[in-house]
């Protein structure tokens, strides 16, 4: 239940080996740490710049462009011809495909990101996995823990299925969009092509090329003077 190929293209990332076809997509997010310890090749592919902090266990890969103010403590391996922008913090157990936007006031922490993926502005991204190509409206944020800090669990409308990790964020498959300052819960599962309309609340599956959308009621009133 739940397979990697029904929400990502394998061919898009250098780290398929992560998505054993038995098990669950999220499953990937606990071999992370692992598959860096022995597989990372730490080597800086890229100039520098004043103000920028990369620690020692980083792979960053040529044609990656790096703004003055980002922060990478790793271990992390960042693909090709990505844009790190000014204040992206990349923290422990990050995987990075080629082609990715990486914005400002971003954090990363403990994913797997895709190729060409666009996370850009003021997004979280804990514990996550994200598709080819998709992309992360400004605000948006991938919450990781539940409040009560008990295991995350994937809702459908017939069952509640346990997953085995108190960190937990969203799968959000290939080519989805999530629209700007929306919330997805820990534990969801967003289809591929899939369109999630701006300040929205998501939790649970949301199936493939659907659109969830958030109406507003307002009301006009006069001012009193």
Known sequence: MFPARDYLDLTHTKHGILFPDDSPVWTALTRVEQYLEFRLQ????VQVPPGAFISEDVFIDEGTTLEPGVVIKGPA?????????????IRENVIIGDGCV??????????????????????????????HKAHLGAGVVLSNVRLDRLEVHVRTDADSLPTGLRKFGAIVGDHAEIGCNSVISPGSIIGRRSVIY??????????????????????LVKRKR
């Not at 730490?42 to 592919?45: K, N, P, S």
């Not at 391996?77 to 913090?89: D, E, P, S, T, V």
């Not at 971003?106 to 502005?121: A, S, T």
């Open 198 to 219: 701006p300040l929205t609340h998501f939790s649970g599956v949301l199936e493939a090329d659907l659109m969830l959308k958030t109406r507003q009621t307002q009301q």
């Open 42 to 45: 730490r080597e800086i592919r």
């Open 102 to 131: 990486l914005g400002n006031s971003c954090e990363f922490k403990n994913c797997v990101v895709f190729d060409g993926c666009e996370i850009p502005h003021y997004n979280y991204v804990g514990d996550s996995i994200l598709g």
């Open 77 to 89: 391996w960042i693909g090709r011809n990505c844009q790190l922008r000014a204040g992206c913090y």
